[in-house]
């Protein structure tokens, strides 16, 4: 009976500190899919396949250099359940820092060289020349996530999840405001088409950027940056780096893997290629809460560790992966019942609906192990454990679910479903693996400071 009550309330703190940031990246999934919705019937096919290859390498840039953050979230939530306010502040602080100039770095690289870049894919001319306007035009919105990325890190870390998503559904809304407006020509605006969707982006994360730093000089939950704890210290670093070059390597090989995954479905026709980011942008909107709850639950192990009780560390990452095998089945069900209901949504496009229907219902049998990896990654990273999640994860990239997608397409002819059986039997391998490695408490043994 006490096991029972002990976990209801493990779920219900879960729970709490989860909905906000479900709330967040659902936020984050609308704009996406509003994005793709408006791309798709304001500039069509060629305009979605283009911002879906720009964005693969925006994404590839900014999830290998932001993984400080996974280390500044476990290193300000340990901190934070000791109470240790004064180191709190100084790893809010130098992890901004970090943020900022790697941000610079990012934005010059998307700049320089998106022309180059973009010549890896296979695709026609107009939308190769689609990519570049988009990249060039959205390049400076890198610099302002990795500030956004950095402050929403360390709030999070500290157990507020609500800052990050107010400040995200405010720029989600002016994004699609500026969509709108900017795509189309609205008023006295001019009619920019695929620039004008980069702009308005850039001009959401720009204001975003802005209240968090607005936020964090004024001081909430006990976080308030100074000049002074600004500046880099060996004493942070230290850990940050070892705890965050994991999961920088672990971000490498996974938007590597999904590098070179969307260069192999370049090799197939601009249908498939649309088809293909419509259903990722699915797929993407029904693992939201997912995150939201691997937020909450790193958060959650990160503090029980800094109360030396690692045992409710366990209890709670075991709670979590529960949580997340139930949502899994509920959205895989609605996956395989609605899938021409969800995509009419995205196109109105027969041939396109006709060709991502089946792929949906396979990506359906996805969700329960997708969101449990997800999930259980998040109580490891919230451990520190951030070497097991990057050698789990790399080896379930690039042994299964990259080489079985490109053998697949290349000799099997299955297109875009290739995608979804390849990474359903990577799931089906690696979850053990995962949830072997969380329960087996190595973790416990993992010194910060």
Known sequence: MRTIIRQKNIIKNISILAFPAILEMALNTLVGMADTLMISHIIGKEGLAAVGFANQIIFTLIYVFTSFNAGATAMVARSYGEKNYQRLNKI???????NFFLGILIFLTALIFSESILNIFSVSELVYQMSVDYLNNVAISQFFMFISFAAAASLRGAGDTKTP???TGIANILNIIGNYILMT???FFPELGIKGAALST?????I???LYLIILIKGKNNIKIKLSNLKLSAYILKP??????????????MQAAFFVNSIIISLLDTTSEAAYR???NIESASFMPAIGISIATATLVGKRLGEQNPEKSLQTGKAAGFM????????GIIFFVFPVPILALFTSDTKLINAATFTMKIAGFNQPLLAFMIIISGALRGTGDTKGVMLITSLRLWTIFVPLCYILVKYFNYGVTSVWYAEISSFLVFSYFMYKRFIAMEWARITMF
């Open 208 to 210: 975003a950027a802005i």
């Open 165 to 167: 998503m107010f400040i």
């Open 202 to 206: 850039s001009i959401a994360r720009g």
């Open 324 to 331: 997340g095998i139930i949502w899994g089945i509920l959205m």
């Open 240 to 253: 940050l780096w070892s705890l965050s070059y994991a999961a920088a390597l672990e971000q490498f090989f």
């Open 185 to 187: 020509g609205y008023s």
């Open 92 to 98: 809010v602080g130098e992890n901004l820092s970090l």
């Open 278 to 280: 419509i259903l990722i």
